[in-house]
């Protein structure tokens, strides 16, 4: 079965601070691999998304930035927080359309990353 | 206009009680619909799909109208632990060339507290 692993769980970092956000897939080959963050009270917003190992396609701007060094590795990059970076960060995976085929696939998302930018 | 839009809530009902969420999207090439519960400080989780003929799962049935681009969640006999944020869920639209990149887009939520 596939297993999606987000780390870490929690994490408080000084403004100015690099941050860096690992997922890993498992059990699946090229997955769709997504970034979203949640703030307070407000809903999901699609940071990054990737159909490839290298590919990388960006939703807003911002200084943060994402990579995919391997085909079930998804890392969330920042060179320096701001405060508004505070929130939830969730990692999610889909399967490639190609291998979904007709069958309606939702995400499956990791267990998120709780970021204070302080 | 919001890509997913849904009820603002937040409910509150009783044990027992029927509760019925309403979401609309704007796109109409939409194509993969879905409803997601995320509890508190949660990830969200896939509560079920959405499919053209209505489908049920136990106590919840999703209904979908293509023609007035609107998705419905029904909940019966509530339970204290249905309370949640319940997520509306649609695809994109599919990139140039006839691919897809899978990305979907999420409304806002609904609070639901179901109290004894």
């Known amino acids: 079965s596939q297993t999606i692993h987000q780390w870490p769980a929690t994490l408080v970092q000084p403004v100015g601070s690099p941050l860096s956000l690992e997922c890993t897939v498992e059990?699946?080959?090229?997955?769709?691999l997504y970034w979203y963050r949640q703030a307070a009270g407000r809903g999901l917003q699609l940071l990054f998304y990737s159909v490839g190992i290298g590919q990388i396609s960006s939703e807003v701007p911002q200084n943060l930035s994402a990579s995919r060094p391997q085909d079930r590795q998804f890392i969330l990059s920042s060179k320096k927080l701001l405060l508004s970076d505070s929130g939830f960060y969730l990692c999610?995976?889909?399967?490639?359309?190609?291998?979904?085929?007709?069958?309606?696939?939702?995400?499956?998302f990791g267990s998120g990353t709780r970021l204070t930018v302080v | 206009r919001k890509e997913v839009e849904q009820d603002p809530g937040p409910f509150n009902v009783p044990e027992g009680a029927t509760v019925a969420f309403n979401c609309t999207y704007s796109?109409?090439?939409?194509?993969?619909f879905f409803w997601y519960r995320q509890d508190c400080r949660k990830e969200p989780k896939l509560l079920m799909s959405?499919?053209?003929s209505g489908n049920e799962d136990g106590r919840f049935t999703a209904q979908l109208n293509r023609a007035s681009q609107y998705i419905s969640l029904l909940i019966r006999d509530s339970k204290l632990s249905d309370s949640a944020t319940y997520l509306c869920v649609v695809n994109a639209i599919p990139g140039a060339g006839g691919t897809s990149y899978g990305k979907l887009t999420f409304g806002q939520g609904t609070i639901l507290t179901v109290h004894p």
């Open positions: 999610a995976w889909r399967l490639h359309p190609r291998d979904r085929g007709i069958t309606n696939y939702g995400y499956t």
């Open positions: 959405v499919y053209s």
């Open positions: 796109n109409s090439a939409s194509q993969s």
């Open positions: 059990g699946t080959s090229n997955p769709n």
